[in-house]
Every structure is written in structure tokens, then in C-alpha cells.
């Protein structure tokens, strides 16, 4: 073989290897998903099954999940308090309103009973023989 017939079996045979090389690119990426789908359908198997308790990220991290799941039960408690509380409070405000609605009201009437000519009404249906003076008691200097 000469020189170039090297060359070019050289090229042909770094072609061949580029070539290999890509399609074992190919399917190893392809096994890839596929071993990665198996393993995410074992976990999903072991979650169903209740087996994730045995991985053990779990039993390292016990306490911290019990502390977060507390944490997560204390804001559902807090948040149920706060709403009643808010509640409570929507309630005592209309109350408050409809005291203050009804005070109004009263002392409007109040109002109206204390005028003279009222007054004066209702002297008149008590005792119809009292006459009101049309002159002053007394006279102002």
C-alpha cells in the first residue's frame, strides 16, 4: 500500500469510527430515557405502594419532614383563627353600624318631642282650658 492509500484508509476509517460514534450517541441516549422511564416508573411504584418511607433521603430527614408537615398544620390552624377573627369583627362593625342608625333615629325623635310647638300640642290635648300667653313673661331692655 502506498502513502495515500494510507491516508485514505485512514480517512475512511476515522469516517467509519465518527460514524459509530454517533449512532452509539444515538442509542445510548435513547437508553437513556428508556432506563430513566423505568426508574421513574419504580419510584412511582414504591410511592404507591408506600415503600418511599424506606428510601433514605427519608429516614435522614426525618425531622426536618415532621417539622415541615407541623409547620404546614400550624398555618392551616393560624389561618383558620385569623378568618374567624375577621369575622367577629365584620359582625361588630354592622352591629356597630345599626346602633349608631338606630341612636340617629332616637334622637331625631327626641329632637322632634322637645320642640315647643309640640310642647304646646300636647298641652293643649291634656288640659284644653290652658291658654298659651301670646305676650312675653317679661320683657327684655
Not at 22 to 51: A, H, V
Not at 73 to 92: M, Q, T, W
Not at 125 to 140: C, F, G, V
Request: net charge positive; aromatic share 10%; charged share 30%.
Amino acid at each position: 500500500m502506498s502513502n495515500t492509500d494510507k491516508r485514505l484508509s485512514a480517512k475512511k476509517i476515522a469516517l467509519c469510527r465518527k460514524k459509530i460514534i454517533q449512532k452509539k450517541k444515538k442509542q445510548s441516549f435513547f437508553k437513556l430515557i428508556i432506563i430513566n422511564l423505568k426508574i421513574f416508573l419504580e419510584y412511582c411504584l414504591d410511592i404507591k405502594d408506600g415503600n418511599f418511607l424506606r428510601w433514605t433521603i427519608f429516614q435522614n430527614n426525618i425531622i426536618l419532614i415532621i417539622l415541615i408537615i407541623l409547620l404546614f398544620i400550624f398555618s392551616i390552624i393560624h389561618r383558620y383563627s385569623c378568618e374567624l377573627y375577621l369575622r367577629e369583627n365584620r359582625e361588630l362593625t354592622k352591629e356597630i353600624q345599626n346602633l349608631n342608625y338606630e341612636y340617629l333615629y332616637i334622637s331625631s325623635d327626641l329632637k322632634k318631642m322637645k320642640r315647643g310647638s309640640m310642647i304646646e300640642d300636647e298641652v293643649k290635648e291634656q288640659n284644653p282650658k290652658l291658654t298659651i300667653p301670646r305676650t312675653p313673661s317679661y320683657l327684655i331692655k
